[in-house]
């Protein structure tokens, strides 16, 4: 079978042929329809994730995925084979990911969570959600702003900000939300009531106009430290900041009149079920801005190729 493989941290990622991983007890395998990227992947083939467990070479990129159960290991209980199951695949040791034609995963994956593709919905579909949109939903529940509340979304046009949008405009909160020109139609569709253009004006500028009496929260899903600082007096006294991006320096964090916060995700078997009942209900959807094949992946990686399009989720589609 093809993998997007490193030998090594720090490798440039690229396709192999490796044997068709077996699965041990407790495990699934899973031949993969679709896998979606996330800024983690590149995080994990650095080495900068090291620390998350044991790794084995020569190690399988991707963690979020869909496909077709093809064997189970002994001691199996909650999938057969035939069902078809999403989730991120992120077991320990950590070796088998999801850009490849097969993967294996425990049925409670270590540091991720799996669970069935609900009937209708494309596999496409179902590998675009889990880790952007478990994450959206995790930081709107921990930003807690109240309904009728005003939330300003930092990265609005991403994977996270796609989802964290329509989350937030669900629960009757007034987005802000930060996108580039030609995206803030699109943006606006997704439920955010204003955009701020980047690079339009100063920013703490702009949210002051819109949002007079302050902001009940920031999300920040960009990492870049002086946007935050500089949006800190935006925001309402005991309200919050909250990034999951390391996005808040440390006089920020010691900040006793706002709570700014680091988000990571949490939850996740619960969230992912949230998740994808709520897509299957047409809750909420994927914005999926990219669509490539596994010969694609190692460009797709690399950051290539960027379309005009509102970025959202890149997918590969590998079955
Ligand atoms: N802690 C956790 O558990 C966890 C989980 C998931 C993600 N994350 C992190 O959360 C962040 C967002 O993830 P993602 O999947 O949404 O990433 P993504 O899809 O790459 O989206 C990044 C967003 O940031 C915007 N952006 C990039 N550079 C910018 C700049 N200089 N100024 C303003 N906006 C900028 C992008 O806008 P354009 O589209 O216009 O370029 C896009 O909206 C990443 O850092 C990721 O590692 C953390």
């Known amino acids: 079978m093809r993998a997007l493989t490193i030998e090594r941290f720090g490798d440039t990622p690229r396709l192999r042929k490796l044997p068709v991983p077996e699965p041990g007890p407790g495990q ?27 790794y084995r070479f020569p190690l399988t990129l991707g963690m979020d995925g869909a496909g077709t159960v093809t064997a189970v290991g002994d001691d199996v209980s909650r999938f057969r084979v035939g069902d078809r199951v999403v989730g991120q695949f992120w077991s320990r040791p950590l070796q088998f990911g999801t850009f490849a034609e097969v993967c294996v995963v425990q049925e409670e994956p270590a540091l991720g969570a799996l ?8 596999s496409e579909v179902a590998a675009a959600l889990p880790t952007a949109g478990m994450t959206a939903l995790g930081a709107i529940e921990h930003a807690r702003v109240p309904e009728g509340g005003t939330l300003l979304v930092l990265g609005a046009t991403g994977g996270v900000g796609t989802f964290a949008v329509q989350a937030a405009a669900a629960r009757g909160i007034r987005t802000l939300a930060t996108a580039s020109a030609q995206h803030a139609e699109q943006v606006r569709e997704l439920g955010a009531a204003e955009i701020l253009v980047r690079g339009a004006r100063p920013l703490d500028e702009a949210v002051r106009r819109l949002a007079p009496d302050g902001l009940d929260a920031v999300l920040d899903l960009v990492g870049d430290r002086s946007l935050t600082s500089g949006l800190a007096g935006a925001v309402k006294d005991g309200g919050t900041l909250l990034s999951t991006a390391f996005g808040l320096d440390d006089q920020l964090m010691a900040d006793a009149r706002v709570r700014a916060a680091r988000y990571t995700l949490d939850r996740k078997p619960e969230r992912l079920g949230d ?9 909420i959807r994927p914005v999926i801005g990219t669509t490539l094949t596994l010969d694609d992946a190692p460009r797709a990686l690399a950051g290539e190729p960027r379309t005009a399009r509102l970025r959202g989720k890149t997918v590969l589609h590998i079955g």
């Open 28 to 54: 699934v395998q899973v031949t993969v329809e679709a896998a979606a990227l996330n800024p983690l992947d590149t995080a994990i083939a650095s080495g900068a994730l090291e620390r998350l467990g044991e």
């Open 115 to 122: 669970t069935t593709v609900p009937a209708g919905m494309p």
């Open 275 to 283: 998740l994808v009942g709520l897509a299957a209900a047409g809750g």
